[in-house]
Nanobody, 118 residues
């Protein structure tokens, strides 16, 4: 099992910045991908950004140029720096980890609320 704990959410004005952090513990070996997803009220959960163990990153088009994902494999952490935040970025942000041993195992944190509002 892998446990994921997020931190760093909060309320910010449009144009502001927030940094989210996620720490993984437990069976962290063989984690291949970590990332962030978000879910706005009444909407499905969507990908925000992912980073592989090799450092390759992937971003949703809506956050490209504004958000940056980074990881520290030694500490088993992944961060999401969010700049130029917009009201449509509001939602619950979930940390995700994919661990591949024989089959792929998917793990989720409990989520942290991000609210962008004036």
């Amino acid at each position: 099992q892998v446990q994921l704990v997020e931190s760093g959410g909060g309320l910010v004005q449009p144009g502001g910045s927030l940094r989210l952090s996620c720490a993984a513990s437990g069976r962290v070996f063989s984690i291949n991908v970590m990332g962030w997803y978000r879910q706005a009220p009444g909407k499905q959960r969507e990908l925000v950004a992912t980073i592989t163990s090799g450092g390759s990153t992937n971003y949703a088009d809506s956050v490209k140029g504004r958000f940056t994902i980074s990881g520290d494999s030694a500490k088993n952490t992944v961060d999401l720096q969010m700049n130029s935040l917009k009201p449509e970025d509001t939602g619950v942000y979930f940390c995700n980890a994919v661990r591949i041993v024989i089959n792929a195992e998917y793990y989720w944190g409990r989520g942290t609320q991000v609210t962008v509002s004036s």
